[in-house]
């Protein structure tokens, strides 16, 4: 591998070179500037990931591939050129990258064009948009967002979307912290299921134009809804209406300023991560509709107080990172527990009280790590016995108070 420099803040590649190597100079904080040599071919995967304080970058004519995540994080990073020659960018390769206020693609190049000085890669053949920034105008003869295409663009603040965009992939718009409203033309035909809008913190509109024949917000509900009753994303000023069936993926992820949200009584099943870090929700009431909660469906979310419906069969790290998380009860008799699955209460140091109704072999003492505040685990009675010899009392002392609670 060749020796990389860093001089007062100036990434140097060997002359001679035609690779810059994977993680060439991945999480190198000091680096501010790359000039990569004429001769330079191929930016390897990673090759300058995490280089938070690089603000500039000179991509020479001679470079034809630019692989996987190979700017990803770079937050300071401020314009982008892509020569002629280049061909290939892989998934993610500016990815992360907030900063960003002028991305240029040189003319002549056949795979990718800039059109109408858009601020943006697009992919010509497809009209495909794969990367923007916080100064991109999206083309009108644009077909599909692709995923991650503005993936960590913290500067973004308003983007509009144009009719005749048909697809918009995963985690697009994922951590568009500035991202007030969204539009969704009646062209979209789909809408990737895994976290589309997550980590939007500051979104608060959410509207799908009439007309749409997949996708609609009924009763300016200010979210996303597919045919066949899924929520596929929303935000603070959420309403969710009757007759939603599923929560999708991440649907309010990351919705850091949802205070509350009623789920009514309509909704079956909540997707993983559909609530994940909203934490300003302090509680929620699950009904017994509910039949499945997906993993992680309320990790790191500022619940205080939680009951479990006894309808619900499985609960894999569902409360997982809940900090003020005091209290929770859980009513039904849970599935089989799965060596891969993540107790539902790990890592709440709030926690001090927990009540099992009907699933005492559920509880081990290993996976009560990071409940450091756990003073009570209520359980049936008759499984008392059972329940005492599954802890051990020196590594996790515990106050073990037996209680009969009837199913009503």
Known sequence: MANYEIKDGVGIIPDGETTVANLAFSRCEELTKVIIPEGVTTIGREAFKDCKNLISVEIPSSVTSIYALAFAGCRALKSITIPKKLSMIGLQAFDGCGALTSIVVEEGNFMYDSRNNCNAIIK???????RGCCNTTIP???EEIDSYAFSGCTGLTTIAIPEGVKKIGKYAFFGCGELTNITIPKSVTEISKDGVFSHCKSLTSIVVEE?????????????????????VAGCSNSVIPNGVETLGYGAFSGCETLKSIVIPDSVTEIGAYAFEGCTALTEVVIHD????????????????SIEVPETVKNLNGVFCGCEN????????????????CVFPFKDCPALETLTFLDCVRYIKEERCNGCKSLKNIFVPAKKGDYYKKRFVEELHPLIVELEVKKKK
């Open 289 to 304: 509709s509910v039949e499945y909660i997906e993993e992680g469906a309320f990790s790191n979310s500022g619940l205080t």
């Open 325 to 340: 998380l005091k209290t929770a009860t859980v009513k039904g008799k849970l599935d089989d527990y799965r060596a891969d």
């Open 124 to 130: 010509s053949a497809t009209n495909t948009l794969i």
């Open 140 to 142: 009108e003869n644009i």
């Open 211 to 231: 007309g749409n024949s997949i996708y609609d917000s009924r009763e300016n509900c200010n979210a996303i809804i597919k045919s066949g009753n899924t929520l």
